[in-house]
């Protein structure tokens, strides 16, 4: 597992079926990386637990459970029990174990309050954002390839309709405050085939008319795209590209996607947020948060103290000298907060502001609100797959979004 959890979308419908194992040259090429790298850091939980989900993918259960029992040992508190490529193993005794010690030092925190629910269960929103200047919170559809929303009141209306616009499954969203527009990341992940006028990139839509303003594609057809973040004093954005572990920028003037980053320069690229000097860019990835200067676009890892984990995160938003953002596939489901010294160049220390709340059921994005953090607790993500039928609506829920107080 070293890529983000969107892309692993495609594996749940394997959670109840015989495992079967993974042919792959780029599995095997990674997992021979992954043993190289531990040879000079052999205690690294985040590199451990990447290395037996490979191996849980080519079904050899014993080393899995082998490299698991390690990652338990280093007191992380990286969480194995949901994430799907282990699901072959999910009811046997021994990793029934791990996960019980896992959980026996890391007690759950639930401080969230109920803040807004989308009534349409069937949903399968993966990214959302609240706009102030209205109050409305708005949630893109991976399954529906739409964009709804909702406000106090609870009643639910789509923003845009199902295939209108060329608009694919509906990823990160971001509120343009001052201009009122949507940025709304497209991807045609699992569309086969792909209909001629679905576009992959990122849509601009007018909030005050709903009306599409423009469509940002990128020149490379292997782009995939993830989460995107804005530049308030431009209206310029920048969106993830997981597959190619890069970033693209969105530049006035233009409607082609410009490449910011070599690709690789970060695994699994994800979340992102910039910092309120619109200096720098942080960039989650498969083993931690990028740090990006957006003058010289020199990328270096955030340097962390022994014990804090930022691999992983999927919504990430920067927050008075500190980055927020929700954790998963290397756990259920964790709200984390990273403080950063003054230079913004490394985490001085991490903050668990929230874990194993009961409604969590693969949590992924949310949105700043002042002094708060919204963010999506129950997308249900992992119950459906792209090539397979919707699961019955009494399995569902409404999506539950909760807000967690931010200022100390």
């Not at 970033?247 to 994800?270: I, K, Q």
């Amino acid at each position: 597992m070293t890529i983000a959890i969107i892309l692993n979308i495609a594996l749940a419908a394997a959670a109840t079926q015989p495992c079967t194992s993974a042919k792959s040259p780029q599995l095997d090429a990674e997992i021979t990386r992954f043993e190289n790298q531990l040879k000079t850091t052999p205690n690294d939980p985040v590199l451990l637990y990447n290395l037996a989900s490979d191996y849980a993918e080519k079904c050899d259960s014993v080393r899995t459970m082998a490299l698991l029992h390690k990652v338990a040992d280093r007191d992380s508190g990286l969480d194995p029990a949901q994430y799907i490529a282990f699901a072959f193993i999910r009811n046997t005794p021994e990793f029934q174990a791990i996960v019980t010690q896992i959980r026996r030092k890391n007690r759950p925190r639930i401080q969230s309050k109920p803040a807004f629910v989308i009534k349409e269960p069937d949903l399968i929103p993966e990214g959302m954002v609240y706009a102030r200047f209205s109050g409305r919170l708005y949630a893109g559809s991976m399954a529906k390839q739409k964009i709804v929303w909702t406000d106090k009141t609870g009643e639910l209306h789509d923003f845009v309709k199902p295939g209108v616009d060329g608009l694919g499954r509906v990823l990160g969203l971001h509120v343009d405050e001052a201009r009122k527009q949507l940025w709304a990341v497209s991807s045609v992940f699992g569309i086969v085939p792909t209909p001629a006028e679905m576009v992959p990139g990122l849509f601009k839509y007018d909030l005050t008319t709903g009306k599409l303003d423009s469509i940002y594609r990128a020149s490379d057809k292997d782009a995939g795209f993830n989460d995107v973040t804005l530049v308030p004093s431009s209206g310029e954005a920048y969106t993830t590209d997981p597959p190619q572990g890069t970033v693209y920028m969105a530049r006035t003037g233009s409607r082609e996607l410009e490449r910011l980053l070599p690709t690789g320069t970060v695994p699994g690229a994800n979340g992102i947020a910039l910092s309120d000097d619109e200096k720098t860019l942080f960039v989650a990835g498969d083993f931690g948060i990028t740090r990006v200067d957006l003058r010289t676009k020199s990328a270096a890892l955030l340097p962390t103290p022994a014990g804090v984990i930022d691999a992983s995160m999927d919504g990430l938003y920067f927050y008075r000298q500190s980055l927020v953002g929700i954790q998963n596939a290397i756990h259920p489901g964790r709200v984390m907060r990273f403080y950063l010294d003054p230079a913004l160049a490394r985490i001085t220390r991490a903050e668990i502001l929230e874990t194993y709340n009961p409604v969590f059921e693969e949590p992924t994005t949310g949105s700043l609100d002042g002094d708060s953090l919204l963010f999506m607790a129950n997308t249900q993500m992992y119950r459906w797959s792209p090539d397979q039928p919707m699961p019955p609506m009494s399995d569902l829920h409404d999506i539950q979004v909760l807000r967690i107080a931010l200022k100390e």
